[in-house]
């Protein structure tokens, strides 16, 4: 069994940084794509980042050069770096994972940014 255990979301102000982590739990796991989505209050979820084996980056408009995916294949775990937090960036964050032709979703992380 897939599971992926995610972490590092939290309250920030403003202009503040936090860093998201997702590790999957299954070795010798084929994985094609690894992403983070979102879903705020009373909206859809939405791409926020991904990136192949391969190191192909994808970004949402909303966030490019404030955020940064990366992803250690050894350790089976991806990473988004978020700075320059906004107040619509907060939302739940979910890790996904591609391993065809399965996908695997984390439990969600909250991220919340306020004052």
């Known amino acids: 069994q897939v599971q992926l255990v995610e972490s590092g979301g939290g309250l920030v102000q403003p202009g503040g940084s936090l860093r998201l982590s997702c590790v999957v739990s299954r070795n010798s796991f084929s994985i094609n794509k690894m992403g983070w989505y979102r879903q705020a209050l009373g909206k859809q979820r939405e791409l926020v980042a991904d990136?192949?084996?391969?190191?192909?980056?994808n970004y949402a408009d909303s966030v490019k050069g404030r955020f940064t995916i990366s992803r250690d294949n050894a350790k089976n775990t991806v990473y988004l770096q978020m700075n320059s937090l906004k107040p619509e960036d907060t939302a739940v964050y979910y890790c996904?994972?591609?391993?065809?032709?399965?996908?695997?979703w984390g439990q969600g992380t909250q991220v919340t940014v306020s004052s």
């Open positions: 990136i192949t084996t391969g190191g192909r980056i």
């Open positions: 996904n994972v591609h391993s065809f032709p399965y996908e695997y």
